[in-house]
C-alpha cells in the first residue's frame, strides 16, 4: 500500500489528503479470554498491512528477544503499558489508528479478564463491529457468551467469530465448524447480532488475516483484512430521526461576523438541510434551518456522525442541552427512564434510592434510582432477582426519575440519544454506563 497515504514523509498532494479525509471509517473492537491472541492479532494486522514504523518493530524485536520469546511478539505493539508487558495481558483499553487505501479504521483493543469488563464496554461503545476471539483448542468458553452478550447488549450489529490459533490443532475443520456451531446457537438467543462472519486464522503465523491461507483449502471465505474493508455499516447509523443536540452557541463578538449565532454539536441522528423547518426541544419554538456551516464552508446537508454548525432564521433562546429535531419526528420526553446499565465502580454500589449526575448528550440532570429491577447472569441469560446490588460489572436493569425531562430515543433506536452515563456527585467518579430501554 502506498505507505504517503498514512506517514508521508513529506507532505501529500491536496488530492490524496482530501481522498484519506473522505474515506470510510470503520470502529471496531476485539474481545476474547485471556490469552486467546488479540493483542497478537492486532500486531499482525498492523504489521503485515504495512502500518508500522521500522522503528517500533526494532523495539520489538528488541522486547520480544529480552523476554526470551521464539518469535517477534506483535502483542508488544498494543500493550503498552509496563505491567502489561510484564505480565503478558491487557489490562487497559488500546486505541490504534491505521488505514488501507480502502477504508480507515479505529481499533479498540479491550482486555479479557472478566474484572476488567467494563474496559470492554467503554471500548465498544462507540464500535461499527466486535472480533470476538476464540481459542481453537478451548472452544466456546464462558468468557465468550460473556463478551457476545456485550456486544449485542452495546447494539454491534456486526460480529466477527475469529477462531485462533489454528495451528495449535492441525487447521482441522471439524474443530473450526463445532465452534462456529455453538457460538451461532448462543447468539440465536439474542437480539442484536444480525452479522456473524466466522473465519479460521492463526494471529501468530498470519494464516487468514491480511492474506489467504493455503494450510485451511477447506475454508473459502475472506480473509480478516477484506471483510473489515468491505463490511457495509452505512445503515448503522440512524438517517431517519432528526436529532441535534446543542453543544454550544457561537458568538465570535467580531466586526465581520458581528450578527452571528451559530449551535454548534454532532448530529445524532437524521439529515439536516437549509430550509428545513425545525422544531427546538424541551422549548417547543419552531424555526427554519438558514445554513449549515462546516469549518471549511457551507454544507448542503448534515448527518450523524458529523460535528457542524446549525444556524436559524429566527432568534430563539437555545442553549446547551437543548436538541434541534423535525416537527413530525419528536425524541420521547420524560422524567421517568427505564434503562439497561453496566457498573463500573469498584468503590460504592448502586442501590435503590441512590442520587447522581446523569449526562445524556450535551444535557447534565440530577437523578434518583427509583427501582433496580434485576441483574443478569451474563452466562446463562437468566435474570437475578434475588440479589438487586450492583457491584464492579454487574449488568442489569432499573429505572430512574430525573431532575428535568431527558429527550431521548431507545438504545435500540438509536445509539446516541439513547445512552447516557451515571456520575457520582461526591467523587464526580463516572460509577455506570446506561442503554435507555
Not at 462456529?180 to 494471529?203: G, K, Q, Y
Not at 494464516?207 to 474493508?229: A, F, I, Q, R
Not at 416537527?327 to 453496566?342: G, R, V
Request: hydrophobic share 40%; aromatic share 8%; net charge negative.
Amino acid at each position: 500500500m502506498p505507505n504517503d497515504l498514512i506517514f508521508p514523509d513529506s507532505p501529500p498532494s491536496a488530492q490524496s489528503t482530501a481522498g484519506y479525509l473522505d474515506m470510510d471509517l470503520l470502529r471496531f473492537t476485539t474481545a476474547g479470554s485471556v490469552d486467546d491472541g488479540k493483542s497478537t492479532l492486532i500486531g499482525r494486522l498492523l504489521y503485515d498491512s504495512k502500518n508500522t514504523f521500522e522503528d517500533q518493530m526494532e523495539a520489538v524485536e528488541r522486547s520480544s528477544k529480552q523476554r526470551g520469546d521464539e518469535n517477534v511478539n506483535l502483542a508488544l505493539l498494543t500493550d503498552g503499558l509496563r505491567a502489561e508487558r510484564e505480565q503478558g495481558i491487557t489490562i487497559d483499553v488500546a486505541y490504534r489508528y491505521f488505514a488501507t487505501p480502502k477504508r480507515k479504521f479505529i481499533i479498540a483493543d479491550t482486555p479479557g479478564h472478566i474484572q476488567y469488563t467494563r474496559n470492554m464496554v467503554t471500548g465498544a461503545s462507540t464500535a461499527n463491529l466486535a472480533i470476538i476471539l476464540v481459542d481453537a483448542r478451548l472452544g466456546v468458553i464462558e468468557q465468550t457468551c460473556r463478551h457476545a452478550f456485550i456486544a449485542d447488549l452495546l447494539r454491534i450489529r456486526h460480529v466477527v467469530l475469529a477462531v485462533n490459533k489454528m495451528d495449535l490443532v492441525d487447521h482441522d475443520q471439524e474443530a473450526f465448524d463445532r465452534i462456529v456451531e455453538e457460538f451461532r446457537r448462543f447468539a440465536s438467543r439474542l437480539d442484536n447480532l444480525v452479522d456473524i462472519t466466522a473465519i479460521p486464522i492463526s494471529a501468530l503465523h498470519g494464516d487468514n488475516v491480511v492474506t489467504k491461507s493455503d494450510k485451511m483449502p477447506w475454508y473459502h471465505g475472506p480473509d480478516l483484512l477484506y471483510h473489515l474493508e468491505t463490511v457495509y455499516i452505512g445503515s448503522d447509523h440512524n438517517h431517519v430521526d432528526a436529532r441535534f443536540p446543542v453543544q454550544w452557541v457561537i458568538r465570535p463578538h467580531s466586526d465581520e461576523y458581528h450578527d452571528y449565532r451559530g449551535y454548534a454539536g454532532r448530529v445524532a441522528g437524521g439529515v439536516f438541510k437549509p430550509g428545513d423547518e425545525i422544531v427546538v426541544q424541551p422549548s417547543g419554538f419552531s424555526s427554519r434551518i438558514r445554513s449549515v456551516d462546516t469549518f471549511e464552508g457551507p454544507a448542503e446537508e448534515a448527518f450523524a456522525p458529523l460535528s457542524v454548525t446549525i444556524t436559524l432564521e429566527d432568534e430563539i433562546d437555545i442553549s446547551r442541552g437543548d436538541m434541534i429535531v423535525k416537527p413530525n419526528n419528536q425524541p420521547q420526553k420524560s422524567q421517568e427512564i427505564d434503562a439497561m446499565i453496566c457498573w463500573f465502580s469498584e468503590k460504592s454500589r448502586l442501590a435503590s434510592r441512590g442520587k447522581y449526575i446523569l449526562r445524556h448528550t450535551t444535557k447534565e440532570v440530577k437523578a434518583m434510582v427509583q427501582e433496580v429491577r434485576y441483574k443478569v447472569n451474563i452466562n446463562t441469560l437468566h435474570k437475578i432477582e434475588d440479589d438487586l446490588e450492583f457491584g464492579l460489572n454487574d449488568i442489569g436493569r432499573i429505572s430512574l426519575r430525573t431532575s428535568a425531562p431527558l429527550l431521548y430515543d431507545s438504545y435500540r433506536r438509536n445509539r446516541i440519544t439513547g445512552s447516557f452515563i451515571l456520575v457520582d456527585t461526591h467523587t464526580n467518579e463516572t460509577v455506570a454506563a446506561g442503554m435507555i430501554v
